[in-house]
């Protein structure tokens, strides 16, 4: 059977129609989203740092990963960055990344979500790097997922996600596995 044909049956089959019904959701508040937003990327497996707009954010990035020698940003404050992924030919020449720098849009309270707009050529670097640096400003973090959907602006390139805490799995046999799809660990610096 065709979809169109039992679209046509359903149709005929249905003997009361009813509106849909207004849903008005009032998301889930805190009291101190920053507090919150930052317990729950602690829970989630991540690690915040909060710093101030005049610190030098390639020293304290530095600090943070003293073994890794490649990083990659297309970030312009970002001077440490051996690899950009404005500049790459090729989504591949960024493996073996050990730190991605991005900048994170908007932050969730309720789940330690970070909005990551697609604003560079090559958005592999959001999955490929071994250890992900989110930049975010306090100000820019929201209650839970209602307030944050309204506030997305779709990016030039079309592309955006949701990421909170490194990836994880415990699907094989069991075991939890840090970075099955992503980094293995993640660092939001917050900007206060």
């Not at 937003?37 to 600090?63: P, R």
Request: proline share 4%.
């Amino acid at each position: 059977m065709k979809k169109e044909e039992l679209f046509e049956k359903l149709r005929r089959n249905t003997r009361e129609q009813y509106d849909m019904p207004e849903i008005n959701i009032k998301g889930i508040t805190y009291d101190d989203p920053v507090k919150q937003f930052i317990q729950m990327t602690e829970t989630s497996g991540g690690k915040v740092k909060c710093i101030s707009a005049q610190d030098d954010v390639n020293k304290v990035i530095k600090e943070l990963y003293p073994e890794s020698k490649v990083f990659a940003s297309h970030l312009p404050q970002i001077t440490i960055a051996q690899k950009n992924p404005d500049t790459v030919a090729e989504a591949n020449e960024l493996n073996g990344t050990d730190v991605g720098i991005l900048q994170g849009e908007i932050g969730v309270a309720e789940n330690a979500c970070v909005w990551i707009p697609q604003t560079m050529k090559e958005k592999a670097v959001c999955f490929i790097s071994e250890e992900l640096v989110i930049l975010l400003d306090s100000k820019n973090i929201v209650n839970n997922m209602h307030e944050g959907y309204k506030r997305i602006k779709v990016p030039e390139l079309g592309y955006g996600c949701w990421i909170s805490g490194p990836s994880k799995t415990a699907d094989i046999e069991q075991a939890l596995v840090m970075g099955a799809q992503a980094a293995r660990g993640v660092t939001v610096l917050l900007i206060c």
